[in-house]
Every structure is written in C-alpha cells, then in structure tokens.
C-alpha cells in the first residue's frame, strides 16, 4: 500500500496519470474510446472485510478505480455504495472528495453480513427509475465472500439483463467464489451482463482485467437498444408488467418475489 504514504498533491497526479493509462487502454477497444458512461463502486462492508478497511487497501482501491470515472463519466464522479445485509448510498467520489474518503465516509457505519440483492435492487432504482438517461452503466462490485441471499441474486441479476447495467465483479481474498463463478455463466439472461474474476491481492488488479467484458456487451445490439429506450422514466423490475412504447417501459408496481 505504497499510495497510502503519498500526499493528497502526489496523489491526484497519481490519479491523472492513471487517467492516461485509461484513456490509451481506451484507444486500443472501440467501443471504449470516446465513450460516456456513468460509473458505480460498490463495496463489500460484511465483518470479513473489517482488516481491508482499517490497513488502507479500500482505500487504494477507490483510488485505483476511481480513474475509470474521471475518463467514462458523465460528471467525472464515481457512484458509491456499500452493502452487508442491507446497504447505504454514499456521496459521490471525485478529484475533490476522494482523500480520505474510506475513513471519513464508511468506518463509521457498523458492519454486517453478506447479502447481494438488496445494493443491486437500489442500483436498479437509482440508474433506471430515480435518474434514468441515455447511457450505459458500468458498476464495480467488490466482495470477498459468499452471499446468503443466492436465489434472490439469481432472479435479480436476470430480471436486469433487460437493462443497461453492467456489474463488473471482483473477489478479493481466499474465497473459491463458486457462486460469483457459476454466476458469471449464467443462462436464462436476455443478455450477458456481469463478469467475474477473482485475486488474492487487490494491488494486482489491472484495468484491462477491470474493463475486459464491457466493450463486448456494449457492442451488443440489444444493449444498444436498451440504451436507447432509457430516459423514459416509470421502470419496474417486473418482468410481467406491460410495455409502453418502448421496448423496456414498464407501467406496474415494482416487485420482488
């Protein structure tokens, strides 16, 4: 954790010159290069997580990632969330927030367990319903364990193939990660929308690793489509509810079985 001994000053040029390496990652897939794209971290805070928090590695993890937002981004800031049995919507990470922002922004909250469904339902909401736009969602899902809610996720992460988000997902730690691996091949989805890999340390992490799958399911027509039919507002995760004139309105009371 070599970053966490740097100033604030020699931190934001570290962070530029991550942006750079961003951006030339960017030149070589078409689909990334120019792209505009609101960008989400969502973090494990499960007790399991607790030594990870309090040795600086969520930190240096928010300022590894946090490049991505300053190139894709529609505001140049990252969306944030944690999540254990429940979850919390933080305020947004940027150039002016981001020193510090571990410790003055999630350490005061209690930690819990392990549940997915519930960030990822608020996700839904925030992107889809609350503030629904004519971009693709790229979103960054870090864990380093086992989820207690599987079939909840399962349902879920089909039911949101018919939207314009992508999880990216990130195992850290010893965990063999079945259910993130099995998920990851998942059928039944109207289109691919997660990746997965796993590392034993953070600090290993590459941005092509973290931007691997996204040109490909941003290149997908569908997507292409649900990208289009957004903006419209009245979105449900109810995958029985009519349509509206687009593709993807739904008119029905949100639901989750």
């Given amino acids: 954790m070599q970053t966490l001994n740097l100033s604030k000053e020699e931190r934001v040029e570290q962070l530029n010159l991550r942006k750079n390496e961003v951006a030339q990652l960017c030149l070589t897939k078409s689909t990334l290069n120019g792209l505009t794209s609101r960008v989400a971290l969502v973090l494990d805070y499960s007790g399991s997580m607790s030594s990870l928090y309090e040795n600086g590695t969520v930190q240096s993890v928010v300022e590894k990632v946090l490049p991505i937002a300053m190139n894709f981004d529609d505001n140049g800031t990252m969306e944030m969330w944690i999540f254990e049995n429940g979850f919390r ?5 940027s150039l002016e927030n981001f ?16 549940c997915f469904a519930p960030v990822m339902e608020d996700i839904f909401n925030r992107y889809i319903k609350e503030d629904p736009a004519n971009l693709p969602n790229y979103v960054i899902f870090i864990t380093d364990g086992e989820n207690s809610d599987k079939a909840k996720t399962n349902d879920l992460i089909k039911k949101l193939s018919k939207y314009p988000i992508f999880f990216q997902f990130i195992g850290i730690g010893n965990c063999d990660f079945r259910y993130l691996s099995n998920l990851d091949k998942m059928e039944g989805r109207y289109v691919d929308n997660a990746n997965f890999f796993a590392v034993r340390d953070v600090d290993t992490v590459s941005y092509d690793m973290l931007l691997n799958e996204y040109p490909s399911w941003l290149a997908d027509e569908k997507v292409k489509q649900m990208i289009a039919e957004q903006g419209k507002g009245n979105e449900s995760l109810n995958e029985n509810a009519p349509k509206k004139r687009g593709l993807f309105g739904r008119l029905f009371k949100c639901f989750f079985t």
């Fill in 99 to 114: 020193y510090g922002y571990v410790e003055n922004n999630i350490m005061k909250y209690r930690m819990g367990g392990t």
């Fill in 89 to 93: 919507r933080l305020e947004d990470i």
